[in-house]
């Protein structure tokens, strides 16, 4: 079955950098479109950065020049590096598997805190 366990959360001061990890398994993982996704405390889920099979990328304005998405195909990871993190970046991070099923698959969430 598909499974996404992320791995990587934690808590950093403000200015700090964290990385993120997504472990894909039970799907072929190069063939699909990867994305990191994250809801804050009483905020709806928003997309952060998302990858194409063609490593095209895409992120939120609020990160761009910030983080980073990549994708290492023979390992079936995705990661996100996020530099300069602020305390606006505090929230539960998912990474995504669209194009399977009805609804595509959600990972259980990895918590980041950016606080001094």
């Known amino acids: 079955q598909v499974q996404l366990v992320e791995s990587g959360g934690g808590l950093v001061q403000p200015g700090g950098s964290l990385r993120l990890s997504c472990a894909a398994s039970?799907?072929?993982?190069?063939?699909?479109?990867m994305s990191w996704h994250r809801q804050a405390p009483g905020k709806g889920r928003e997309l952060v950065a998302g990858?194409?099979?063609?490593?095209?990328?895409t992120y939120a304005d609020s990160v761009k020049g910030r983080f980073t998405i990549s994708r290492d195909n023979a390992k079936n990871t995705v990661n996100l590096q996020m530099n300069n993190l602020k305390p606006e970046d505090t929230a539960v991070y998912y990474c995504?598997?669209?194009?399977?099923?009805?609804?595509?698959?959600w990972g259980q969430g990895t918590q980041v805190t950016v606080s001094s």
């Open positions: 995504y598997v669209s194009g399977i099923g009805l609804t595509g698959y």
């Open positions: 039970g799907f072929t993982f190069s063939r699909y479109t």
């Open positions: 990858i194409t099979t063609a490593g095209a990328t």
